[in-house]
């Protein structure tokens, strides 16, 4: 058992003094100290022991007594002590100063600290001990700086100075130099190995914030080993297994944070990783009582954060937005809003603030986390909703579709942005919601009922009915309307008309039957899209039922009263929908939708003071905001202007001047309102100003395209309307046309009466009675159609007979239109109740006598146009018997050219073919005499070498020949121009064959001359022919210079001739001459021959 000596003074007596049973009154310690004049160590021993106990009053008591200005006198000479006691109290209000959470409270207590230092220093400026606790002051002010230089001061006097060293490396630490932080704690080891667990602990850390996880662990745990009671590496520990991210080590880790926790309760790190564990256990009163205390007993300021962080957690987790996000901020003040050092609590507070609809302030503190982690799913994901929420819908649209990219796994990031697409490009929504659709079955999710409930709106806004109607059902799952869809429930036997809506028995009657009628509220949404999916399908009376069954089970389903109340409207039963409506307005009196509807049904009676009434309750009850009402006030005050069948000009004015102001202020709420635009475009036609009004309607026509929520028939009808009035009837037609087979199936009767309207302006008078004839058909009762009819054949027949040229059977039409009109209007004027109808019975018996007088002057024009037809009949007749007759004479005259050119061109071919046959026998025998006529002139050679008379003889005789040339020359010249004209004239009418005629003749007679001389040779050769003269010689002479000639041809072409080489055609003009006489003459120059031998 420890004790203190106290010597008595003036004694050698001690009174001894047991540490562990120092009084609680620390009077009587302080008492026996200043009586005997103890030695100060003993005060400093006494008041440290105090201290070890907890009992910090007695502490302070003493060394505040210690260090009065009666205990410095008395003890002037002694410094150590004095100065030990005042950094004592220093570093006592130092760590006072460190936990206070108040701040005045804390500045208080540094001020006192900073007193005592300096007091010392006045003692001792140059003693360590004080800058030492100097320097921890300031470390616990935040006053880094400062603090290194008074570390500093004192490792420059002693560099081995352990306290100034641990503090050097705790300021390294706090600046995040961690490997300088590590050295100095490494240097404190070298120097005093002994030293405490905590150093262990400082490099445990160093090690930690290095990276070197499993060093910093064997740090830990050798600080445990010297030290087992340290919580502070307890707790490192239990981080460094919670980090593991498995079961084991987050078991390992929380049982370090509870032993940590048991050791020391006031442990804050500790305090917090609880507190976060049981805040995922759900145990948040456990939570709150963990963080508070952590918030009591810490000054460090991200540990705080960290508290005031779970602590809003757990408010937030319980609903409590106010109290969470006041404590989101505080954690947030403790970071200094240093997002970067823990950014957390700004991505909760940024979650309540969107919670409390605070949109800028969450953007802010969801940019601040985006900032530091740029691709966090989450933020991009809460930013993208927060501005759809702001309407900027593209910056929505970039960090959604960052996100999806991110991370092409996350099936909520596709909903949202199939969300954000709906809107703008339905195609991609789809897409998106598919994706989302595909991911959620992947990972075994359940698909949400609202997800498959977008995809059909989706595929029903695409007019994709069965898409639709197939996602539906997927929604709904198995229920009471998959039996009505497959008609396995019989409609007929149950009832579902609308006129027992009130009626439950139904659905008594369908759970007796085995049908379960339960309809969950989380389908009730889709079950109605379905409700209104078969209407458009026209399953009307199985969509009036589901309404009905939704009513059932939730009487306050104000929107199914109105869909029955629209089914209603749409068949004519306006007290029905009425009725209905009202049993809506019972559930919600306020209720905009139904107090507009209710307006327009009595606009629909006629009930205007009414209509008027229900539609400023409209829009009072919604102060004014909501578009339809104050778009049915326009449209009555529209109606209130057309309304006045005398048109008061100024009245017409005022209302339509309102109407105007109405739509426009729908439209400054609204830009892409449609209806407001179409109400706007219907006032400026009615004042004049068709191209506006023309231009706008064909924008909204544009816009309303599409989408199958959005049928505007009215602004197709306006765009006729406008056309017909700038008389372009055949594009009012087009469109009348358009908006009827697109809106109404061809079988609106009003609409047929503008497209008859138009089609009388056009004059298109058959057009016209036949449109109207389709719309009587549709609504016989109707007698304005019948009057129309008639008034059309009334000025059909009339136009007709005012025409200059008309034809009978345009005659006999008039004529039966004319009955047809006299019966239309006596029929008319028979009617009972014709004054119903707004008809006077004088206009329509006026109509009936011009008619009739009309039938009969048709009648006389009638005769006339048959007689003129008859005789027009005749001429024509006997027109045509002409025309027949001259082209039966034409064809015969054709026929007799034909026949004789056929006979000539039959004659021409008779006489080629015989050419063609004597040319070939004159081939023939030429083949045959060439032969003996080569053999004959080599004899011929030989005897003319030998005798020598014979040549003498010829060339005496010379002379006389050439007399007889001469006579005969002119002969052949004027044979030769007969055969050239003979020859020309062939060649008119055949050149060619002309041509080789000639030639063959001229050969031919070449070839009989040949021969005849010929045979002459062979008689003088054989010595018959003894005794011949000279004329005999020349023509002997003359046929071999022929032969010579015709032989010389022959080599050349020996086997055919053609009729090119004929000698009359040589280039050479003598032989031409000469030739060409012999060739003409060579019968009679050899019978002249014959006779000169004679006479001789």
């Not at 300021?301 to 987790?317: D, E, I, M, Q, V």
């Not at 507009?596 to 209509?611: P, T």
């Not at 026929?895 to 021409?908: A, F, G, S």
């Amino acid at each position: 058992m420890a004790s203190v000596y106290i010597p008595v003074q003036n004694s050698e007596e001690e009174v001894r003094v047991v540490l562990d049973q120092l009084p609680r009154d620390a009077s009587d310690i302080l008492d026996i100290l200043k009586a005997e004049q103890a030695p100060l160590d003993l005060w400093l021993i006494i008041a440290r022991e105090y201290f070890k106990q907890g009992k910090l009053e007695q502490f302070r008591q003493i060394l505040e007594e210690g260090s009065s200005s009666e205990i410095d006198e008395y003890y002037a000479d002694v410094k150590y002590e004095r100065i030990a006691i005042l950094n004592a109290l220093g570093a006592y209000y130092s760590y006072l100063g460190k936990i206070e959470t108040k701040h005045r409270e804390k500045e208080e207590h540094f001020i006192l600290a900073t007193q005592y230092y300096n007091k010392a220093s006045r003692i001792d400026m140059h003693e360590p001990s004080t800058w030492i606790g100097k320097g921890q002051l300031l470390l616990a002010k935040g006053e880094i700086d400062n603090a290194l230089q008074a570390f500093r001061i004192v490792l420059d006097g002693a560099p081995d100075n352990v306290p100034a060293l641990l503090g050097q490396a705790s300021v390294e630490f706090n600046r995040g130099r961690f490997s300088e932080s590590l050295q100095l704690y490494k240097r404190v080891l070298q120097v005093y190995p002994g030293c405490p667990a905590a150093v262990r602990l400082g490099i445990g850390l160093c090690r930690y914030k290095l990276g070197q996880l499993e060093k910093a662990r064997q740090a830990f745990q050798r600080v445990l080993q010297l030290d087992p009671d340290n919580g502070e590496a307890l707790v490192a520990l239990g981080i460094m297994d919670l980090q593991a991210n498995d079961a084991s080590g987050m078991r390992k880790g929380m049982e370090k944070m509870q032993q940590a926790f048991e050791i020391y309760p006031y442990c804050a790190t500790a305090l917090n990783y609880l507190a976060n564990h049981f805040f995922f256990t759900g145990q948040h009163f456990l939570v709150e009582q963990l963080t508070e205390t952590a918030l009591a007993v810490s000054t460090h300021g991200p540990t705080k954060s960290h508290s005031f962080y779970n602590l809003a957690r757990s408010y937030h987790s319980k609903g409590d937005y106010e109290k969470a996000g006041m404590y989101y901020m505080a954690a947030i003040k403790e970071t200094n809003n240093k997002p970067q050092e823990f950014v957390f609590p700004y991505f909760g507070l940024g979650q309540v603030q969107l919670k409390l609809g605070e949109l800028k302030g969450a953007l802010s503190n969801f940019e601040k986390v985006l900032e530091v982690y740029p691709d966090n799913c989450e933020t991009l994901k809460a930013l993208g909703h927060i501005h759809t929420q702001l309407g900027q819908t593209d910056k929505a649209l970039e960090l959604t579709r960052k996100a999806t990219k991110l991370d092409p796994r996350d099936a909520q990031a596709f909903v949202d942005l199939g969300e954000l697409l709906i809107s703008s490009d339905t195609g991609a929504a789809l897409d998106a919601f598919k994706t989302a659709c595909t991911l959620m079955k992947k990972g075994g999710q359940e698909i949400p009922i609202e997800v498959l409930n977008d995809i059909g709106v989706l595929h029903f806004e695409r007019e994709e009915f069965e898409s639709a109607l197939h996602n539906f059902k997927e929604a709904l799952g198995d229920g009471i309307w998959l039996n009505l869809l497959d008609g396995k429930v019989n409609l007929d036997q149950i009832g579902v008309s609308v006129l027992e809506y009130k009626d439950s028995g139904i659905f008594h009657r369908l759970n007796e039957s085995g049908h379960s009628v339960d309809v969950p509220w989380n389908k009730v949404t889709t079950l109605f899209n379905l409700a209104k999916l078969l209407e458009q399908l026209h399953k009307t009376e199985t969509a009036s039922l589901l309404y009905r069954l939704i009513l059932f089970k939730y009487p306050g389903y104000v929107d199914a009263y109105l869909r029955l109340a629209a089914i209603a409207k749409a068949r004519n039963n306006f007290p029905l929908a009425i009725e209905l409506v009202n049993e809506a307005l019972k559930v919600d009196d306020k209720n905009p939708n139904s107090l507009s509807m209710l307006g327009s049904l009595e606009l629909k009676n006629d009930d205007w003071v009414k209509a008027k009434e229900t539609f400023r309750a409209a829009s009072d009850a919604t102060d004014g905001k909501d578009s339809y009402a104050i778009l049915s006030l326009g449209n009555w005050n529209y109606f209130a202007a057309m309304r006045n069948e005398k048109r008061n000009p100024k009245l017409e004015a005022t209302h339509l001047e309102k109407a105007k102001e109405l739509y426009s202020k729908v439209l400054v709420q609204h830009k892409s309102n449609m209806y407001a635009a179409n109400g706007a475009g219907i006032v400026l036609a009615e004042k004049g100003h068709f191209d506006i009004a023309k231009d706008l309607f064909t924008q909204i026509q544009e816009a309303a395209s599409g989408s199958v929520f959005v049928q505007m028939p009215d602004v197709w009808v306006n765009l006729a309307h406008v056309f017909f009035a700038q008389g372009n009837f055949a594009l009012a037609v087009k469109m009348y046309q358009n908006c009827l087979r697109k809106f109404f199936y061809n079988t609106d009767s009003q609409i047929l009466l503008y497209l008859a309207r138009t089609h009388y302006e056009a004059e298109q008078w058959q057009e016209c009675k036949k449109t109207l004839l389709r719309a009587i058909h549709l609504a016989p009762s109707n007698y304005t159609f019948r009057f129309d009819l008639g008034a059309v054949m009334q000025k059909s027949s009339s136009s007709t007979l005012q025409k200059k040229k008309r034809t009978a059977d345009e005659v006999r039409s008039t004529v039966a239109e004319a009955e047809n009109a006299v019966r239309v209007f006596t029929q008319l004027s028979g009617a009972s109740d014709l004054h119903v109808h707004g008809f006077d019975t004088k206009k329509i018996q006026t109509h009936v006598q011009y008619c009739s007088h009309l039938l009969e002057a048709a009648k006389v024009h009638r005769e006339a146009a048959e007689r003129e037809e008859l005789q027009n009949r005749q001429r024509l007749e006997v027109a045509r018997q002409a025309a027949l007759a001259e082209e039966a004479r034409r064809k015969a005259e054709e026929q007799r050219k034909y026949q004789l050119e056929k006979r000539k061109q039959e004659d021409e071919l008779r006489r080629l073919k015989q050419e063609e046959e004597k040319f070939q026998r004159v081939k023939e025998q030429w083949k045959s005499t060439t032969h003996s006529s080569h053999h004959k002139r080599k004899e011929r050679v030989e005897s003319d070498d030998g005798e020598g008379r014979q040549s003498e003889r010829r060339r005496r005789k010379g002379g006389k020949r050439r007399k007889k040339d001469r006579s005969s020359r002119q002969h052949y010249e004027d044979d030769e121009e007969a055969a050239n004209d003979d020859y020309n004239e062939l060649e008119d009418e055949d050149p060619n064959t002309n041509y080789r005629e000639e030639a063959n003749e001229m050969n031919q007679e070449a070839e009989e001359p040949a021969a005849e001389d010929d045979a002459h040779d062979l008689l003088t050769a054989a010595g018959l022919e003894d005794d011949v003269d000279d004329d005999e010689v020349i023509p002997s002479t003359t046929a071999s210079r022929r032969r010579r000639a015709l032989s010389s041809d022959d080599e050349d072409e020996p086997t055919e001739r053609q009729p090119y080489s004929s000698p009359a055609r040589d280039d050479s003009p003598a032989k031409q001459d000469s030739d060409g006489g012999d060739n003409d003459n060579d019968n009679r120059g050899d019978d002249a021959n014959l006779d000169d031998e004679e006479a001789e």
